[in-house]
């Protein structure tokens, strides 16, 4: 059975109102308040998995060595960060066997090498990614050429890199599944024991408050596909108990999902799955 440990890349902040697209903001300020710039806290969460001798990152995060121009824009917080996470763990970088960005914008891929120097930081690591989404990133739309940086994507070409299409097992009950509909290449990733299921939605499920189907980003590329797939994600999630973490929730971020009165919710609970903390 593969062990799991719930991984921090810090936090950063980005618009409240790109983040909750049409939804109006006197509806998502109550749950995502907003600062002085109308930006909303986001975390940073990443998953190590551990099966037999593979050690796999689950969204390298947003990385480090950032211009400060660049960190006080996204007002980057790096109290955590998946290094000293993983230092904390006993593991080094180079003991890291797959990294897994659920797709190649820099909040989730960022992390793959030090901005600065362009050094990867998991030299040994086979990298995950969707066909579609390396499609997407080198030769990027305008709506999201914001978001794919060469700052990370130009060293990310020197790694050993694994191109998939749809979906994959990569160790016995760890399977990526492509969604689309935040990104073209957008993957989830699904982690299945006997009896019990973990999900890591990725950007379809950023937040608590993006448990309702229609709530979905301004930055998606195809929204209807989103609230597609979130849909499935939310219904099946609920009936089937999974246990989902959510990428950019900043309180806590393991939990599930209820449905109460027509209305879904998303609840902080940790049993059911092994998540190792730091
Ligand atoms: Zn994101």
Known sequence: MPKVC??????????GGAMHGVVPKALWEKQNQPDEKNRILLAVNSLLI???????????????????????????????????????LGISPEEITMVVPTHLHFDHAGGVADWRTGELLFPNARHIIQEKEWEAAMNPHPKN??????????????????????????????????????????????????????????????????VNPLWVMAYDVDPEKSIKMKRWLIENGTKEAWTFVLV???????????????????????????????
């Open 6 to 15: 719930l991984l921090s890349d810090g936090t950063f902040k980005l618009d």
């Open 50 to 88: 551990e099966y037999e001798k593979e050690k796999i990152l689950i969204e390298p995060g947003i990385g480090s060595g950032h211009s400060e121009k660049f960190a006080s824009l996204y007002a980057i917080d790096k109290k955590r960060a998946i290094l000293s996470d993983l230092n904390k």
């Open 145 to 210: 050429q914001a978001s794919y940086l060469p700052e990370f994507l130009e060293p990310l070409k020197k790694a050993k890199l694994e191109m998939i299409d749809g979906e994959k097992e990569i160790v016995p009950g760890v399977k990526l599944v492509l969604t689309g509909g935040h990104t073209h290449g957008h993957q989830a990733v699904f982690i299945e024991t006997q009896d019990k299921v973990l999900a890591f939605p990725g950007d379809l499920i950023p937040t608590r408050a993006h």
């Open 248 to 278: 950019h929730e900043p309180v806590e971020p393991v939990g599930k999902i209820k449905l109460e009165n027509n209305k879904y919710s998303f609840n902080s609970d940790r049993s059911g799955f092994l998540l190792c903390d730091i």
